[in-house]
């Protein structure tokens, strides 16, 4: 257990993270941290370089779409009334009103104070000050009930946009709304200390793995930010440090490398653990990148990255296999930029410069009845994270197929190249990714009762993977084989009665029983009939609260279905890229 003497005047030797080759010895040479602000990304003594890097590179276009965000969010209207919990909430509305809320505020609220800190932009400071000071006033009265995990997962992640927005706006905020804000921050915190302290296991074994590792990163974000000015500040930061010691480091993720719940959870799991440790190693020299760099594994992004993604609203698997549209390499790419940086991974950095959308706030489609729309802002760290002297280019020797056991899915790739095959299965699902979008996204289960599956089963031959459907009998044929032949065609046999549905992304054409996409990716069915092909006949839903709230999607989509009936109890279909 690390245990900082802390005090306004105390001096922690820090040494910085890279951003330019230029920049390295330029900031390494730097004079020893302080606890003063900005603290937790960077120092004050950094900002000049970080601004001129705006006209940079790469850091241009992170810039640009930034900039573009940051304007954006000053065209919304900062939230003047409290959404207080509800109950009862049978279709969880009251729930995601205020999780969506909060999560806009926060996003907002840290992209401005973001784009204000790069930039020295009048506007953005005036629109930064306004949220933060906003939020900090209607989001105060969550110190008014009682704390509980229902609201946590939310309320911590508010708390860290107050925090992050405090740290960096603090030498332009006059000392009475600096005492606002950390106030509002202790008051509300003190709340969830006293539950966390007094059920430990909130954030240990009795946790929800994902929400826990949320809820410590952004309550532990908190702490750094407060540290040697509120005495309460160095009991929050023992706690979190020990729930990631002891717990959420070692266990929140799987042994293979994923999210027990969904792999979608492994990145915002990484998220959170990320804003929370790079903040503890500059403000305190606690360095847990290197104490448990086993843990900080990037597999399943190995595994699930399948194509570049452009800017704006995504698809559910356009990019990220068995991935919700709000889930896509958007989401992902600030944490392989990171993991980049801290293991010099080229890997990491080749697929997330795949992401056309770097710097931008993230917009969901995702938009509750009453109109709160979740945002995610990723944007300003994506700008501090990225680290040019790494190599953008695919390693020697990567592993191209990947089983995950624990949420039983598994995955195969013909390369590491944009525009490849990329191929996912889980007992439930088959995915096909070929020419830098899905051809093959499965409406049909491989067995009508996925309890006649006992799992999958995957051989990689080199120029050969091949993912059976094992039954549960081991005298029945497995129902689906899908054998990817390297570098780009994929054949898929199963056995079945009944029809077979499924969709595709992009505009392909129907020939007979061949579809085929512009680029020449095809997709034809060698045995069996397709006897439906509607250009716009899937659109997908945005349904959550376990199933009972529909949400509102601001960019509805539609993409192409298809059905097809078997041969003779079997079908088969071959894709080409």
Known sequence: MLRCAVGTAVLLMIWSWTMTTDTCAELEAA????????????????????????????????????????????????????????????????????????????????????????????????????????????????????????????????????????????NDLPDGEREEIRAALVSVGSKYYGMYKQHPGTL???????????????????????????????????????????????????????QEQSSNYWASTMHYRLFFMDALRRVTGRDLFKDYAQFMDGRIALAAVAGPQPAG?????????????????DYWSPVLLYLAR???????????????????????????????QLLFEMGGYVYAWYDPTVPDRIERGLPRSFEFPEVNEVYARSSYRAGAIVVAASLDGLIVHAGGRPVLISLSPPLEDPKLLKNLSLTDERNRATIEWVPASASAPPPQVVQLRRPNTVTVVMSREGQYRWWCQGTPTRD????????????????????????????????????????????????????????EGEMALEVRA
């Open 204 to 258: 240990g074994p009795e946790a929800n793995k994902h929400h826990a590792s949320v809820e410590a990163g952004s309550f532990g974000v908190a702490a750094l930010t407060l540290l040697g000015e509120v005495p309460e500040a160095q009991d929050w930061l023992d706690l979190i440090i020990n729930a990631h010691t002891d717990y959420l480091l070692p266990q929140a993720l799987t042994p293979s490398g994923t």
């Open 313 to 329: 609203y995504s698809e559910d698997n356009q990019s990220i296999l068995f991935g919700p549209s709000y889930g896509q390499l």
């Open 342 to 372: 801290e293991y010099r991974r080229p890997i990491y950095q080749h697929l997330a410069l795949w992401d056309g959308s770097l710097g931008a706030i993230q917009k969901t489609r995702y938009i509750t009845p009453n109109g709160e």
């Open 512 to 567: 007979g029983n061949t579809l085929v996409w512009a680029d020449g990716t095809t997709l034809r069915l060698v045995k069996g009939t397709i006897t439906s092909f509607d250009p716009e006949g899937y659109q997908s839903e945005k349904i959550v609260g376990m199933g009972k709230l529909k949400c509102l999607d601001p960019m509805p989509m539609k993409h192409p279905l298809v059905t097809a009936d078997p041969q």
């Open 31 to 170: 004079p020893p941290y302080s606890l003063g602000h900005p603290r937790l990304y960077f120092a004050a003594e950094e900002l000049a370089r970080l601004r001129e890097l705006r006209t940079q590179g790469l850091h241009a276009r992170i810039w640009h779409n930034l900039a573009d965000s940051a304007d954006w969010c000053l065209t919304q209207t900062p939230r003047t009334d409290w959404i207080a919990p509800v109950t009862p909430d049978p279709i969880y509305l009251n729930l995601y009103d205020r999780f969506y809320a909060m999560m806009h505020d926060m996003a907002v609220m840290e992209h401005l104070a973001f784009a204000y800190a790069y930039s020295g932009e009048p506007r953005y400071l005036e629109g930064a000050r306004q949220w933060a000071l906003t939020g900090c006033r209607v989001w105060s009265r969550e110190a008014e009930g009682e704390p509980d995990l229902n609201k946590a997962y939310a309320v911590t992640r508010l708390l860290k946009g107050l925090a992050v927005s405090y740290d960096l706006l603090y």
